[in-house]
Nanobody, 115 residues
C-alpha cells in the first residue's frame, strides 16, 4: 500500500526557513516522479516543485531561488527546503507521487508564514 507522510510544517516569521519531508511507503520510489504542491485558502492547488527520477528539478516561478527540492532514494524520502519565506507562501503543502500515470497524495502539512 502506498502512503505519503509529510512532516516539518509549522509557523515561521517572514524571512525565515522551514524544511519539509515526505516519506513514501511501498515499492517503486526510485521510478516515481515526486512533487510538492500547495493550496492556500480559497485558491486552487498549485505545483511548487517536482523532481524526476534522475534528480532534475522544476520550480514554480514564485519560489525559484528560495525553495530547493531533493530526494533520497535510499530513504524513500523527498525534501523541500524553503528559505526567505513570505506570507504568500502560507498554505497546506502536499507531497505527490506520480508513477505509471497515477497520482498519489499525502494528507498535507500546514505552513504558516507571519508578517
Amino acid at each position: 500500500q502506498v502512503q505519503l507522510v509529510e512532516s516539518g510544517g509549522g509557523l515561521v516569521q517572514a524571512g525565515g526557513s522551514l524544511g519539509l519531508s515526505c516519506l513514501v511507503t511501498g515499492t517503486g520510489f526510485g521510478i516515481s516522479t515526486m512533487g510538492w504542491y500547495r493550496q492556500a485558502p480559497g485558491k486552487q492547488r498549485e505545483m511548487v516543485a517536482d523532481i524526476s527520477t534522475s534528480g532534475s528539478t522544476k520550480y514554480a516561478e514564485s519560489v525559484k531561488g528560495r525553495f530547493t527540492m531533493s530526494r533520497d532514494n535510499a530513504k524513500n524520502t523527498v525534501y523541500l527546503q524553503m528559505n526567505s519565506l513570505k506570507p504568500e507562501d502560507t498554505a497546506v503543502y502536499y507531497c505527490n507521487r506520480r508513477i505509471f500515470g497515477r497520482d498519489y497524495w499525502g494528507r498535507g502539512t500546514q505552513v504558516t508564514v507571519s508578517s
